[in-house]
């Protein structure tokens, strides 16, 4: 029997909806809902796609705290269409409601919103919303800058073929009071629980013995709309000895976290660091195995590298420990935010194919830049053995062209009926979004380039992966090999190169030039004294350059080295 107070929470919520269903119904009748600054008025009546309507009572939704909102969800199941003026099927409730995002969030005027399903009193309302699992915490992404609105939940799907947790997704379409906003992708906010990072959960009373060593979250991000608690590396990054990486507290929250766990984490993660700045970090007894999930740091990595995220290791990342007494080693995952990937960033070599993202280095003047453990992984001879072991089985099962491909069919598929109504609502096919690459002028010209650039993509890293190797350039140990080498990939290639050079020389001058087949120097490519032994990547673009064969040499004061190159057109 519902109790007096759940009856006055249940019978408020339904006044609220009924206000709203004649709000909807009025807006329905006059063919429209109502116009929005920068968009078209738009009209919905049913739709194949699950349909959120939220009434905030006229309350504004700002950048936290979240407001109070009234929200009823029609999803009458598969097959059978959802129309405003049905009843609603899927939630019928208060909920909370916020902004959130950063760059998009000022930039972009189609908003995303993290929404709590919520009880009267504000406590947690959990319900397995449009048939995910149970929970309380959602995100409503809504693709703007992404054109084929569909990147994100590419991604996801890359990252589940692996077996790995990726947050479950329902497309809907939303409307927000009286205002048609657009296709979104509700998603599960990356947390702790059961169905999502299952690892034990923390009390403030766990401060000593196996309580104390998990679970916890942590997170490498920027800081701008969230609680912020956290340490600075003792490490500097690779490319700028200036920058520390922040690592945060993602659970517990830095406000409940105590000091004894605060101390623990920091502790755990600093060893980890320490194990990678040391000259034993691949030993298999006392390395960096250890410490960490090998495999499924391997099927993070590789998610990483097919999608060329530019936020790649770098920003929204995160990781995790449970308890020693479940397991003991940090894990990285799960990944989170694709919606500028698969080519859809202008910059650090967003828009390109080829090329290591784990090896790109980030130019001194970002602020945001990657732990430098990250390229020591590709150091160890056995974990790149292991990396492309499971990129070749992957490649062979769920990850093959065809199967990616089709995925990404069904999901447009999906969106036909849909997407005209988003795009009339945000007329942007035509407009140069950032960080856009390219800008095709349609739905199905968007889809048709992210279809192309990914099966690129994927068969680059067939070739290349074997490839793959570290740069030790300002990592705490220098390299202290005994042999000249320089090593060029991708070979061929039809737009740029990195170079691979190790020198042991610890005095001189060292030059890495560019010759043609007259042996005309076509580039100097580095040219600069060491005072120690040298390990570098150095990454050239050969887009002005005409096809044929060159060669690579570098040279110090007691050796030289040459590596054939040919570009193609």
């Known amino acids: 029997m519902v109790d007096q107070e759940e009856d006055l929470e249940i019978t408020s919520a339904r006044q609220r909806v009924c206000r709203l269903s004649t709000l909807v119904v009025s807006a329905l009748f ?14 919905l009546e049913s739709s194949n796609l699950p349909i959120m309507i939220i009434d905030t009572d006229g309350v504004a939704i700002r950048d936290e705290p979240k407001i109070m909102a009234t929200m009823y969800a029609i999803d009458n199941g598969p097959g059978t269409r959802n129309s405003v003026t049905d009843p609603p099927s899927a939630y019928d409730g208060l909920v909370g409601i916020e902004f959130r995002g950063s760059s998009s969030l000022a930039l972009f005027p189609k908003k995303s919103y993290a929404l709590e399903t919520r009880n009267a009193d504000e406590s947690n309302r959990n319900v397995a919303l449009l048939g995910l699992p149970t929970e309380n915490d959602w995100v409503l992404h809504g693709p703007y800058s992404d054109k084929s609105l569909i990147r994100n939940v590419v991604a996801f799907h890359v990252a ?53 060593t998990g679970g916890y979250i942590l997170k490498i991000d920027k800081t701008d709309g969230a609680e912020v608690g956290g340490w600075y590396s003792s490490y500097a990054s690779l490319t700028d000895d200036t920058r520390f990486p922040l690592y945060q507290y993602h659970y517990p929250r830095p ?30 007894d006392v390395g960096y195995t250890s410490l960490l999930d090998v495999d499924a740091l391997i099927d993070y990595m590789l998610v990483t590298e097919v999608t060329n995220n530019v936020d790649g290791y770098r920003l929204s990342t995160f990781f995790y420990k449970d308890r020693d007494s479940v397991d003991g080693r940090l894990v990285m995952g799960p990944p989170w935010d694709y919606n500028i990937a698969f080519g859809n960033a202008n910059y650090f070599d967003g828009g390109s194919t080829s090329g290591f993202r784990l090896l790109f280095e980030v130019p001194p003047t970002d602020p945001f830049h990657a732990p430098f453990w990250w390229v020591r992984f590709v150091d160890d001879p056995g974990f790149v053995s292991s990396l492309n072991a499971r990129w070749r089985e992957l490649r062979v099962g769920p990850l093959a062209t065809d199967s990616v491909m089709s995925f990404v069919d069904s999901m447009a598929d999906l ?155």
């Open 255 to 284: 406000s409940e976290i105590n000091s004894e766990q605060e101390a623990y984490i920091q502790e755990v993660v600093s060893r980890f660091e320490d194990v990678m700045a040391s000259d034993d970090f691949g030993n298999p």
């Open 160 to 212: 589940r073929s692996t077996g790995r947790y990726a947050s479950s997704w329902r497309f809907i379409e939303l409307v927000i009071n009286g205002n048609y906003e657009g296709i979104y992708v509700m998603l599960e906010r990356v947390k702790r629980d059961n169905d999502r990072i299952d690892i034990t959960p923390m009390e403030p009373t766990d401060a000593s013995g196996d309580a104390l």
């Open 415 to 569: 969106l036909t009926e849909s997407y005209p109504r988003n795009f009339e609502r945000w007329p942007v096919l035509d407009e140069w979004i950032w960080p856009n690459v390219v800008v095709e002028g349609s739905f199905s010209g968007e889809v048709a380039y992210l279809k192309s650039w990914l099966s690129n993509r994927l068969a680059w890293l067939d070739d290349n992966l074997p490839l793959i190797a570290g740069s030790s350039v300002g990592s705490p140990e220098p390299y202290d090999g005994s042999d000249f080498l320089i090593r060029v990939y991708p070979n061929p290639t039809p737009h740029q190169f990195t170079a691979t050079i190790s020198i042991p020389d610890r005095g001189g001058r060292v030059r890495v030039q560019m010759f043609d087949v007259a042996g005309r120097e076509i580039a100097i490519l580095l040219d600069r004294f060491a005072t120690e032994s040298v390990r570098q990547n150095i990454q050239s673009d050969t887009r002005d350059l005409p096809a044929g064969t060159y060669f690579v040499r570098v040279a110090g004061a007691s050796g030289s080295a040459v590596a054939p190159l040919t570009i193609v057109r």
């Open 30 to 43: 006059a063919a429209s809902f109502a116009p929005r600054v920068g968009g078209a008025q738009v009209s």
